[in-house]
């Protein structure tokens, strides 16, 4: 019997468990919270660079499945520019992209990222537990504590019964809501909080309270119309990837002139909801359902979460008229269900000038679950949250001067190592970062700010940044001090609260782009560990190691 229980004790030494009654407590040398593209790649990257270490990748969405937004949240629809007839955005994405084509079924996609990690032995995955409290010593995290999540009755997001404490050396917070950051003690912004006081309303002016920029919650339909071969006519584009599945982008016509489009999102706009140009892409070849990019949700806050109601996480400085992300999924879910929705969104069809066919959405059914309801994401797609300063307890941020990216950097940046507003980035480069600086707007008025409707409304926001040459022509060069907080020693970020303004976010959240800082953040996980030093007290030798292991990886780093 003694001898029972000393190796019952030996073996809870090396698997980092306690005994039946406690709470257990894992032992991981990386923990990577978020199961997105971003902390899907820093796991992959992690586990790749240093074979003996332990990664934990922590999966935070209702469902087991990797890929986060892409997935779980069922943007489909890859958002990938061409430099050079080229895609930039190369490593975990790269990969993940020439499986699974640039319009996919989230299924397909989460089973490649799967498979992917699944190569490393090292790897170890929770799924469906978030981040509720940890421990942290002289800006130094030495232990969190997950919970299970899972959706009830009522639509939330809810907090479950079991729970685990995971001890580590290096943290990675690759969450939507910038969580393990702001749980860390360093400094945030919400929102657009850096731009300039010029370009915001009254209430937003000299003050931390900000907006987000629109959620949308992507949902399901069938009886879509599409050409026999790829066609471009009216602003609509009918496209087929490498793989032969379908995607569509247009609509701009029907959202600035039609009536009963205009006449909808007049009455519900400022209800919080409104139609947009779209973008959608089939599940897959052959596949007759769809999903859409098209409603936007205004006023969602994506730091507050109706699990942490009543705690210090949840935030204390939201905007009054502001909902948190689960009633904001309830609600636009129910939304879906309006009669006027469905008919509306049918307006999205379009007319082959040469044929007289109609292609597009005319015909369009809401795909429904066993209990009637739309089949929708299981997440809602946040466009925007938080973002790290270089440094924390300032006043008012600059947009230009705060942040390791700043918006003159990603809107200029240069075509080659030695021009360009980036290229003093180019030393602590890490990849690089690129797409249209796209904002959705942040509130109903916004879509028909110069009066009558127009898109995109980027232009009509920021006249200076017009004045300044409209969207980017090069990528941006992404340096190492984008994954650094203002504080938390042993900590990366490479997800939405990394350092990047809030316009240069614009053009960088997208997911390609976050799986790229997610690569450089596995790989700069496993330097801080062999090297026996924190990401911020990186030397050039040691960022030079991170930067050919990146390569060695498929990364792109230069132009």
Same mark, same amino acid.
């Given at each position: 019997?003694?001898?029972?229980?000393?190796?019952?004790?030996?073996?809870?030494?090396?698997?980092?468990?306690?005994? +039946?009654?406690?709470?257990? *407590?894992?032992?991981? &040398?990386?923990?990577?919270?978020?199961?997105?593209? &971003?902390?899907?790649?820093?796991?992959?990257?992690?586990?790749?660079?240093?074979?003996?270490?332990?990664?934990?990748?922590?999966?935070?969405?209702?469902?087991?499945?990797?890929?986060?937004?892409?997935?779980?949240?069922?943007?489909?629809?890859?958002?990938?520019?061409?430099?050079?007839?080229?895609?930039?955005?190369?490593?975990?994405?790269?990969?993940?992209?020439?499986?699974?084509?640039?319009?996919?079924?989230?299924?397909?996609?989460?089973?490649?990222?799967?498979?992917?990690?699944?190569?490393?032995?090292?790897?170890?995955?929770?799924?469906?537990? @978030?981040?509720?409290?940890?421990?942290?010593? !002289?800006?130094?995290?030495?232990?969190?504590?997950?919970? !299970?999540? $899972?959706?009830?009755?009522?639509?939330?997001?809810?907090?479950?019964?079991?729970?685990?404490?995971?001890?580590?050396?290096?943290?990675?917070?690759?969450?939507? @809501?910038?969580?393990?950051?702001?749980?860390?003690?360093?400094?945030?912004? %919400?929102?657009?909080?850096?731009?300039?006081?010029?370009?915001? +309303?009254?209430?937003?002016?000299?003050? +931390?309270?900000?907006? /987000?920029?629109?959620?949308?919650?992507?949902?399901?339909?069938?009886?879509?119309?599409?050409?026999?071969?790829?066609?471009?006519?009216?602003?609509?584009?009918? %496209?087929?990837?490498? #793989?032969?599945?379908?995607?569509?982008?247009?609509?701009?016509?029907?959202?600035?002139?039609?009536?009963?489009?205009?006449?909808?999102?007049?009455?519900?706009?400022?209800?919080?909801?409104?139609?947009? +140009?779209?973008?959608?892409?089939?599940?897959? #070849? &052959?596949?007759?359902?769809?999903?859409?990019?098209?409603?936007?949700?205004? !006023?969602?806050?994506?730091? =507050?979460?109706?699990? @942490?109601?009543?705690?210090?996480?949840?935030?204390?400085?939201?905007?009054?008229?502001?909902?948190?992300?689960?009633?904001?999924? *309830?609600?636009?879910?129910?939304?879906?269900?309006?009669?006027?929705?469905?008919? *509306?969104?049918?307006?999205?069809?379009? /007319?082959?000038?040469?044929?007289?066919?109609?292609?597009?959405?005319?015909?369009?059914?809401?795909?429904?679950?066993?209990?009637?309801?739309?089949?929708?994401?299981?997440?809602?797609?946040?466009?925007?949250?938080?973002?790290?300063?270089?440094?924390?307890?300032?006043?008012?941020? $600059?947009?230009?001067?705060?942040?390791?990216?700043?918006?003159?950097?990603?809107?200029?940046?240069?075509?080659?190592?030695?021009?360009?507003?980036?290229?003093?980035?180019?030393?602590?480069?890490?990849?690089?970062?690129?797409?249209?600086?796209?904002?959705?707007?942040?509130?109903? #008025?916004?879509?028909?700010?110069?009066?009558?409707?127009?898109?995109?409304?980027? @232009?009509?926001?920021?006249?200076?940044?017009?004045? =300044?040459?409209?969207?980017?022509?090069?990528? %941006?060069?992404?340096?190492?001090?984008?994954?650094?907080?203002?504080?938390?020693?042993?900590?990366?970020?490479?997800?939405?609260?990394?350092?990047?303004?809030?316009?240069?976010?614009?053009?960088?959240?997208?997911?390609?782009?976050?799986?790229?800082?997610?690569?450089?953040?596995? *790989?700069?996980?496993?330097?801080?560990?062999?090297?026996?030093? !924190?990401?911020?007290?990186?030397?050039?030798?040691?960022?030079?190691?991170?930067?050919?292991?990146?390569?060695?990886?498929?990364?792109?780093?230069?132009?």
């Amino acid at each position: 019997m003694i001898r029972l229980v000393i190796l019952l004790l030996f073996t809870l030494f090396l698997t980092g468990c306690t005994l +039946p009654g406690g709470t257990p *407590v894992l032992k991981e &040398d990386i923990v990577i919270l978020g199961g997105g593209f &971003d902390g899907s790649a820093a796991a992959r990257s992690a586990a790749a660079a240093a074979p003996k270490n332990k990664i934990l990748l922590v999966v935070n969405d209702p469902l087991p499945e990797l890929g986060g937004l892409g997935t779980v949240g069922a943007q489909n629809f890859t958002d990938i520019r061409f430099w050079q007839g080229k895609v930039v955005t190369q490593g975990s994405f790269g990969r993940w992209l020439s499986q699974a084509g640039q319009f996919y079924d989230p299924d397909r996609m989460s089973q490649i990222i799967k498979d992917d990690l699944g190569q490393f032995p090292n790897i170890k995955i929770i799924y469906g537990y @978030d981040l509720e409290s940890l421990t942290s010593e !002289n800006n130094t995290i030495k232990e969190i504590n997950i919970r !299970n999540i $899972q959706r009830n009755q009522e639509g939330h997001i809810a907090w479950g019964e079991q729970k685990q404490r995971i001890k580590g050396k290096i943290f990675i917070d690759a969450s939507m @809501d910038g969580r393990l950051t702001r749980m860390s003690g360093n400094s945030v912004t %919400v929102g657009r909080a850096d731009w300039p006081d010029e370009y915001l +309303p009254k209430e937003e002016q000299n003050s +931390p309270l900000a907006r /987000q920029q629109a959620a949308t919650l992507m949902f399901k339909v069938t009886g879509v119309k599409t050409p026999s071969k790829n066609t471009h006519f009216e602003g609509w584009e009918f %496209v087929r990837d490498n #793989k032969g599945s379908w995607g569509i982008a247009g609509g701009t016509d029907i959202f600035t002139s039609d009536r009963e489009v205009i006449d909808f999102n007049n009455e519900f706009g400022p209800q919080g909801f409104a139609l947009k +140009p779209l973008n959608a892409a089939a599940t897959g #070849k &052959d596949s007759d359902t769809w999903w859409i990019n098209c409603l936007l949700v205004f !006023n969602v806050d994506g730091r =507050a979460h109706q699990r @942490d109601k009543g705690t210090d996480i949840y935030p204390a400085d939201m905007l009054p008229y502001y909902t948190n992300t689960d009633q904001a999924w *309830v609600r636009a879910r129910e939304f879906l269900d309006k009669p006027e929705f469905i008919n *509306v969104f049918r307006r999205f069809q379009v /007319q082959d000038p040469s044929t007289g066919q109609w292609y597009g959405f005319g015909e369009a059914e809401l795909v429904r679950d066993n209990n009637g309801h739309p089949v929708v994401g299981q997440m809602m797609y946040i466009r925007e949250s938080v973002h790290s300063p270089l440094e924390s307890n300032q006043d008012k941020l $600059q947009e230009n001067k705060d942040f390791a990216i700043t918006t003159r950097e990603a809107q200029l940046a240069g075509p080659a190592p030695n021009i360009g507003a980036d290229l003093e980035n180019f030393p602590t480069r890490i990849g690089l970062g690129y797409y249209m600086m796209d904002i959705n707007a942040f509130t109903d #008025k916004d879509l028909a700010a110069p009066g009558p409707y127009d898109w995109p409304v980027t @232009d009509n926001l920021r006249p200076d940044w017009i004045l =300044a040459g409209g969207q980017p022509k090069n990528p %941006v060069y992404m340096p190492l001090e984008t994954l650094l907080p203002t504080n938390t020693e042993n900590l990366l970020v490479p997800g939405y609260a990394s350092g990047i303004s809030s316009f240069a976010w614009a053009e960088l959240r997208v997911l390609p782009n976050l799986a790229v800082l997610g690569d450089a953040a596995g *790989v700069a996980a496993v330097r801080a560990l062999n090297a026996k030093t !924190n990401p911020r007290d990186f030397s050039q030798e040691d960022i030079a190691w991170i930067q050919v292991k990146l390569k060695q990886f498929g990364a792109r780093l230069d132009k």
